[in-house]
């Protein structure tokens, strides 16, 4: 299908929502949502408050947009990944490599991500806790059936594919987590890093003679 060609009115409007969205990243990261406001968001990215009314009606619209982009990014990377491996050592080593180098790139987004993790997900009431559930859903069944196959491949033994993916989803988090607040992480080492962690899920640390 040939893509829509964008004239200058709306090339600049995208760009416009784009800094708004890219300011708005970083100041949530850095103060959290509550303590954010529409007048640092406006400062940061160097347009009127006017400006941003005429993209978004608040605050609050801002950060759900913000949060449906990263998911809707991380959604579109899984499949991929999904449909360009066949085993599940490598989906997780390629999609592993994949979210150092997104994390890497956009480390504001991350925290942010974490700080809506924590906050939301013990949560059903709210909508940007049914909005994350919904996507976590999605890529959790995906990753099943690739366990499932695995275990029927006898490329791992079997267990239970739920605890698996919670295990890895947790550790994987956390450990990207530590490696970006003590800037552990560089384009150097994402290689590296998740080779390690994929061996670890797969291997485990006891010595094997």
Do not use: W
């Not at 080492?189 to 640390?205: M, R, Y």
Request: a positive charge; one cysteine or more.
């Amino acid at each position: 299908m040939k893509q829509k060609t964008l004239t200058r009115k709306e090339r600049e409007r995208e760009f416009k929502r784009s800094e708004i969205l890219n300011a708005a990243i970083q100041i949530f990261a850095m103060k959290g949502f509550k303590a954010a406001t529409l007048d640092e968001i406006a400062e940061k990215s160097e347009f009127g408050k006017g400006t941003i009314y005429n993209y978004f009606s608040s605050k609050e619209e801002i950060y759900k947009e913000i949060i449906l982009l990263i998911l809707k990014e991380h959604k579109k990377s899984i499949k991929e990944v999904y449909n360009e491996t066949d085993t599940l050592y490598d989906f997780i080593l390629n999609t592993t490599k994949r979210d150092l180098i997104f994390c890497l790139e956009n480390k504001e987004a991350f925290f942010l991500l974490v700080f809506t993790k924590m906050h939301h997900e013990k949560s059903t009431k709210c909508e940007m806790s049914k909005i994350m559930n919904g996507c976590e859903k999605e890529i959790t069944s995906l990753i099943i059936k690739r366990t499932k196959l695995a275990i029927k491949n006898k490329e791992i033994r079997k267990l239970d594919s739920e605890r698996i993916i919670r295990l890895f989803k947790i550790s994987g988090f956390a450990y990207i987590y530590d490696l970006l607040i003590n800037e552990n992480l560089c384009e150097a080492t994402i290689e590296e890093e998740a080779k390690f962690i994929t061996d670890i899920l797969f291997n485990g640390i006891k010595f094997k003679k």
